[in-house]
DNA sequence: AGTGGTTATGTTATTAAATAACACGGACGT
DNA sequence: ACGTCCGTGTTATTTAATAACATAACCACT
């Protein structure tokens, strides 16, 4: 994030997730799906959940290593495996990926629809659940359309930026 | 569109508008709104009424003119103005754009929010009506966030390509 | 008509985002 | 050890979008 269109109090741009747990349920997640969390992809993984709001791929590659930056297909290849695993959601409308706030785990594997609320003003996301996506479910069934994933994404003001 | 990840029949990738007649209202809704449909805005607006299904931004750009490409920015300004006006949608998820079902007209002046079912395979869409969007209202007004947009997009196979 | 404000376009250049293609290397089962 | 699969490293290219500034058209008012 951080695009401030704005110059009042951004205090409220701070999320705390433990990383270090984060770290290793993605670990324990992998092992059991017979997937490897490789450097890379646990470089990514950590960035992107140590980020405040949705991060940039290339702001990933440029702070990927200490010295300098790293290669673009290093980084998109990590961060599509971490999508696929469930563990971050693609923000489609800002070219940005957010760690997901319940994370595919041991017990349960999926890779869930998400919606967000996306400010304009702070940058910062919230993951809300999708609810009544049955409808377009139903919609599309009924064009025998076979829905593989959705996109819900809401952009406005949060109550701070307000 | 235009992808193909596959070898059966697209003789189903055939949309039918009338383009003229859609020229016609967005003249006279841009006439009752104050604004101005230029050269620029209708060029851009008839290629993609004329295309069939999302076009790239730079599909646009390389058909504006019978010999040369366009200028990006020219088209770019139209077609967020297009959108503006309600004419046609951006699809976030393939950075393209496609002309609105059911565009604002001078009786109607709203932009809405659509829902859209991308064929994965023939790239087709389907513009079809967003249901239940009152949830992600009702709890963004839980959360004090003021939602001005929404974007919806179900990924997936049409019928025909299933 | 002339004038000034506003809106839209033309143009050049740059930035941002993502992928193609291919070589290399490590993990793993046999 | 061998071959296969998967993931990575690397170079280069493609695709997407915007910045910045000059010019021109439109409009309202005199
Ligand atoms: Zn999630
Ligand atoms: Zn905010
Ligand atoms: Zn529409
Ligand atoms: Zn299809």
Redesign the interface.
Known sequence: MTQHACDHDHSHDTTTINVDARLKAAEALCVASGERLTAPRLRTYELILGNNGPMKAYDVIDRFHPEGAAKPPTVYRALSFLEQMGLIHRI??LNAFVACATPANVDHHHTHTA?F?L??CCGQS?E??????A??EH??QH??????????????????C?
């Open positions: 489609e409308s919606a609320l400010c304009d919230e809300i659940a999708t609810l009544s996506l409808d377009i919609q599309a064009l025998g359309f076979e829905v593989k994933h959705i996109t819900v994404e809401a952009k406005g003001r949060c109550k701070t307000r």
